[in-house]
């Protein structure tokens, strides 16, 4: 499998607590995704990163930051978790952004309470 | 806006009964259209980029092909192993602008 891992794997938390979901590569590779998925909606492009320090947002990113300090880490923040971030999370790599689309992680299933 | 719509959202297929899932999508300059399969609780894994109409890609059963506006995923003669949802997504050409996802077509090959 590709060297991608995300943590945690699942996480059930309070309306209003701080969560940071991680994502972590060990391909090197330049570019990093977070998407969320839901029933009806399919994968919507919350961030990404296209180098350290180097993000832009995605059609979804209210209530949500991050933060790419180094290649292999790409953290997702929720300031302060609200129940419609209850969904599961995808991070995703590319070395170039073309030719094999994307290799994405196993997912952090969020569930706000 | 770029936009991607699959079709059917579920299908039940018989094992051995051929058929094809539909996506179509807008996009101001295609760089690459991509197949993906999900299996529940997992991440969705590569199938196949198209590139230009007229292209056609083939793995096992599956056979991607595309038009200038849809491409189609046929499957032949699936087996109950072929369950799953099926994911189109769309990058536009201009820089390396992120991939752009239908809400995919689930599966089921019953035997």
């Known amino acids: 499998d590709a060297g991608i891992t995300q943590s945690p794997r699942h996480k059930v938390t309070e309306t209003g607590t701080p969560v940071t979901l991680r994502c972590h590569q060990t391909?090197?590779?330049?570019?990093m995704y977070w998407y969320r998925q839901d029933p009806g909606h399919g994968l919507r492009l919350i961030h990404y990163?296209?180098?350290?320090?180097?993000?832009d947002k995605g059609e979804v990113s209210d209530g949500y930051s991050v933060s790419r300090s180094k290649t292999e880490d790409f953290l997702l923040t929720l300031e302060s978790a609200t129940s419609s971030q209850t969904s599961v999370y995808f991070c995703a790599i590319s070395e170039t952004g073309t030719a094999y689309g994307y290799t994405f992680g196993s997912g952090t299933r969020l569930t706000v309470v | 806006e770029d936009q991607v719509t699959q079709s059917p959202e579920a299908l039940r297929l018989q094992e051995g009964e051929s058929s094809s899932l539909n996506c179509s999508y807008t996009v101001s300059g295609l760089r690459g259209l991509f197949w993906y399969r999900q299996d529940p609780g997992k991440g969705p894994e590569f199938l196949f980029t198209l590139y230009s109409a007229g292209e056609e890609k083939e793995k096992e059963r599956l056979k991607a092909t595309l038009t200038k506006k849809e491409s189609f995923l046929h499957i032949t003669a699936p087996k109950p192993e072929d369950s799953a949802t099926y994911l189109c997504a769309v990058q536009r050409n201009s820089g390396n602008t992120p991939l752009v996802f239908g809400k995919g077509t689930r599966l089921s090959v019953i035997a």
């Open positions: 990163s296209y180098g350290v320090k180097d993000t």
């Open positions: 391909e090197n590779h330049r570019y």
